[in-house]
């Protein structure tokens, strides 16, 4: 067994250079190009880097959009509520919103609103 095993070594060191030299050139070949491809479809495919900077930024953006219709739902709420108050101010806010969306207004009409110094 010996022999047999020394016999095998001695055999692998008689072959020539591009028989030993081959297998590891094809096998780096391979690896280097799986590498590349790897790397290929990590930035390209459809969850790639690119794609997630894209999504990352449309995040932000409908978070600033969301911020935007969250404020414009809050007026819209405080609109409503003065609606539901009898007062003075209600009246006034019935005539803008007349005015405004009612057609009611001269073209070069100006409107003045005093805000009153308890409100603030």
């Known amino acids: 067994m010996i022999r047999l095993n020394e016999n095998n070594i001695n055999n692998y060191l008689y072959k020539p250079f591009y028989k030993r030299v081959g297998l590891y050139i094809v096998i780096s070949f391979i690896m280097i190009t799986l590498n590349?491809?790897?790397?290929?479809?990590?930035?390209?495919?459809?969850?790639?880097?690119?794609?997630?900077?894209?999504?990352?930024?449309?995040?932000?953006?409908?978070?600033?959009?969301?911020?935007?219709?969250?404020?414009?739902?809050?007026?819209?709420?405080?609109?409503?509520?003065?609606?539901?108050?009898?007062?003075k101010e209600n009246l006034d806010l019935i005539d803008e919103v007349i005015r405004e969306n009612l057609g009611y207004s001269i073209i070069n009409e100006k409107v003045i609103i005093f805000k009153n110094s308890s409100n603030n």
């Open 36 to 87: 590349f491809s790897a790397l290929f479809h990590l930035i390209n495919s459809e969850n790639g880097i690119l794609k997630l900077r894209e999504i990352n930024h449309q995040i932000k953006r409908n978070g600033y959009d969301l911020s935007l219709i969250k404020k414009n739902n809050t007026a819209l709420e405080d609109k409503i509520l003065r609606f539901s108050n009898k007062s």
